[in-house]
């Protein structure tokens, strides 16, 4: 039996599932990376002193380095699966198979699929039935 994998991931945390030969895993993951909306408080009070606020482009690199190390980890937590689903309601997903795509040691199948907030149950579900490991086909 082959290992087949799928992520549920958002910019906060991703949502592993790993069917193989000895059963079924699921581990959570958090990416720790906040993302800063709105202005400063200088700002909102019509302070426009350039030391006070980051720059937007300078706050998104920012952000993108906090995740470097969350893909980094869930990559190396899907690393043996042959197939891998990725899926999930905003741009990470898309984030993370470029990612995968640039790993040094490959890339698995992968197969990417939006759908909005899922609870666990509903994120297993999903994996199982994309793969046909349905309880009910077994």
């Not at 059963?23 to 906040?34: D, F, L, V, W, Y």
Request: proline letters at 5%; charged letters at 30%.
């Amino acid at each position: 039996m082959k290992t087949n994998a799928g992520v549920w991931i958002d910019h906060r945390d991703a949502i592993i599932v790993t069917l193989s030969e000895s059963g079924e895993e699921t581990t959570r993951i958090q990416s720790n990376a906040e993302r800063q909306f709105g202005h400063s408080k200088n700002q909102e009070q019509g302070s426009h002193e350039a030391s006070s606020a980051q720059p937007d482009d300078s706050r998104e690199r920012d952000y993108t380095g906090h995740l470097s190390p969350f893909y980094d980890e869930v990559i190396s937590r899907l690393s043996g699966a042959e197939s891998v689903l990725i899926f999930g309601p905003g741009e990470a997903k898309g984030e993370l198979k470029k990612r995968f795509e640039k790993h040094p040691n490959g890339s698995p199948t992968i197969a990417m699929e939006t759908t909005d907030k899922m609870t666990e149950p509903q994120i297993v579900a999903l994996i199982r039935h994309h793969f046909h490991r349905d309880p009910a086909r077994q």
